[in-house]
């Protein structure tokens, strides 16, 4: 409804697994070759993603790969069978340290990177893998691979003429939410705050289809199509200050989608969080990333770079957390 249907579905959702298919032991940490943090939490988050890791481990992507040079699928696949199959305690990430430019232009090596940033070009380095050998495809043909499949959504945006009630609608299509927690003690509030109608900025005057005027008018966004995994950071830098929001924010094991959803009937839709990844420091500039993920023997890990230790639930939930990562 609203979106636009693909011509050619590039991969078949059928065939995504949510469970892990093979339950093990946490894998090994990754070492830290100088600020390179960043890069080592959100490897071990997509690495413990179980659909990715499952697709992954399939080795499905490079048996049909015709891509010349770097390829991001390709070297995920590599770098997830190593880390989760290495009988070493630790390992060196090298090759995505190697081909980081071509991850994301602005990635220089051994200089403070943003995990957040690291994490979108990571996804779109993959997607553009996934689309190598698919030049043909309309964009919602493009938004059904293996990497929108798992991580995709959809937001609806419904503006709401005050006047006449007329609505129009709008749909985009994301792979990770950004929240703003200036105001807010938990993520349930944060959330619920942004599927709260807005009234629009009298300066971005909205003119109705149905009065042909200008009018006031309110706008509302809301989950319209759920991600099988879904991605969100809870934004620490204040864009008005440029400090640090070093604040608690609540956020629960289980989180239940329906009520923030365009259409709010229905069974629950449960996610359930698997990964965390945390900043330490003063400011957003400079400090450090570590992550909490939950392995495929269900237990809870820190995982510090080269460091893996066992956690309990209480401490993973109990973090100032920057990404958190839920799977349905």
Known sequence: EGVALPQRIAFPPEKICMDWQQRQRPGAGLFNLGNTCYVNVILQCLTY???LANYL?????SRSCQQQGFCMMCTMEAHVRKVLCSPASAILPGAVL????FIGAEFEYGRQENAYEFLR?????????????HRDLDISSQETTIVHQIFGGF?????TCLSCQAVVDSYKAFLDVSLDIRAASSLTTVLQDCVTPKELDQKKCFRCIKCKKKAAASKRVTVHRAPRVLTLCLERADQQTGTKISKFVEYPEYLDLRPYMSDTAGEPLLCSLYAIVVHSGDTCLEGHFLCYTKASNGLWYKMDD???DSCDTHTALGQQAYLLFYAR
């Open 306 to 308: 080269e460091l893996v």
């Open 49 to 51: 993603t179980p659909p």
């Open 121 to 133: 070009c990571t996804l779109r380095a993959m997607q553009r893998a996934c689309l190598s050998g």
């Open 57 to 61: 481990l399939s080795n499905e992507h």
């Open 98 to 101: 190697r081909d980081l430019k």
């Open 155 to 159: 937001m609806k945006s419904r503006v």
